[in-house]
């Protein structure tokens, strides 16, 4: 049986049996809790994920080290801090689990040795990096001048499954919302 990532490719590209077992023994499943840390920052991030089950989040902090949750990621979704993998930089944001989560794990230089056997494998995941980028700057700017009732409802249409099942502290982050405040505009909307 084929994992969930070799599935997701699959859907992309077309697999040779011999790439999808390059694939498959570079990336190591990892079971995590809810709110446990992937990455916890302050240094270079080293690995890549693909998320099978859950969602998890990108968090930083502020210099008075309030957090501040920046996009939530679910299933079939490849997860790093796309900057500090990619050009191995020092980073101080974060990856949490937003709820349990289960991920395929490979680190970078596992990754490296993948690309040596099979080139092609860079360029797909180059563009599913770009795909997914994309993705996350359009739904970010469709929250933009927005007042916080409309974020919300905005929230719960463009991920509604996300909506469900992280806690609402966390949509509050992501949404610039205080929590008291999403509080009062859900007792408001139901």
Known sequence: MENS???YLQRIRSLSSVQKELISAAFHPLKVKEDACLFTGGTVCHQLYFITKGVLKFVSSDDQGK???????QENHFCTILDSFLNQKVTD??????????VLTVNFLALQKVYQQFPEFKSLL???????????VNLRNAYLNRDALS???????????IALRVKMQDVASYLGIAPQS?????????
């Open 67 to 73: 957090d501040a949750i920046h996009f939530f990621l």
């Open 93 to 102: 944001d974060r990856i949490q689990a937003a709820c349990e989560a289960e």
């Open 5 to 7: 990532l070799i599935c």
């Open 182 to 190: 999403l509080s009062r505009l859900r007792k408001q909307i139901s």
């Open 151 to 161: 974020r919300y409802l905005l929230f719960i249409e463009r991920q509604p499954d």
């Open 126 to 136: 180059d563009d599913i990096f770009q795909r997914q980028l994309l993705e996350k």
